[in-house]
């Protein structure tokens, strides 16, 4: 393991948490900000991704294809509930609506991941053609699935300022869920 893949990983991490805890404190959601991907500082997590680092795409996806599994992965879905992997269990026929805070959250991470990957060819369609490629492959329930979608389709639309704040957050998952999100 290169030793300036271990500072590079390290400093991606800080900004990717930078950036989604701007996001999540947009949309009043500061502690979510706060403890956002925490686990990337663990052993198991942080020494993968830094073997893997490649700076503009996930080391996860890298490790998956070299290994065939990626330990890291494993560990980080199965902590950190604004993943729509953690609320999946292939033996339950039930797969959760992912509670108010972590959707909101699950979506902050996506831009802001989007920004981290795509740098200077950022767009505001890229988070949508993002999902519709790879993201809404995952099994996740139905009504997480299109709050997601509706809040892509709104930044497309309107841009991600218009997305970021928790008045839009609290309406749009209201209407899609039909879940009071005091109560999620
Ligand atoms: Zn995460």
Redesign the pocket.
């Known amino acids: 393991m290169k030793l300036r893949n271990i500072f590079k990983h390290f400093g991606l991490v800080v900004r990717h948490k930078h950036r989604v805890f701007i996001n999540c404190a947009k949309c009043g959601l500061i502690w979510r900000g706060i403890v ?2 925490l686990s990337k500082f663990t052993p198991t997590e942080f020494f993968e991704s830094a073997k893997f680092y490649q700076g503009n795409r996930s080391p996860i996806g890298v490790c998956r294809r070299t290994k065939g599994v990626s330990y890291a992965w494993l560990h ?1 879905k199965g902590r ?1 509930k ?2 729509i992997e953690y609320w999946l269990d292939g033996d339950c026929e039930v797969t959760p609506l992912m509670p108010y805070k972590y959707a909101v959250e699950c979506v902050c ?1 996506k831009l802001a991941a989007t920004r981290t990957y795509h740098g200077k060819s950022y767009a505001p369609e890229k988070p949508l053609e993002h999902w519709l490629r790879y993201g809404n492959k995952v099994d996740g329930n139905p009504k997480t699935m299109a709050f997601i979608e509706r809040v892509f389709l709104d930044v497309k639309e309107h841009g991600e300022e218009y997305v970021l704040s928790g008045k839009y957050m609290k309406r749009v998952y209201r209407e899609v869920t039909d879940e009071s999100e005091a109560e999620a």
Do not use: Q
């Open positions: 956002h991907d980080h950190n604004h993943h991470d």
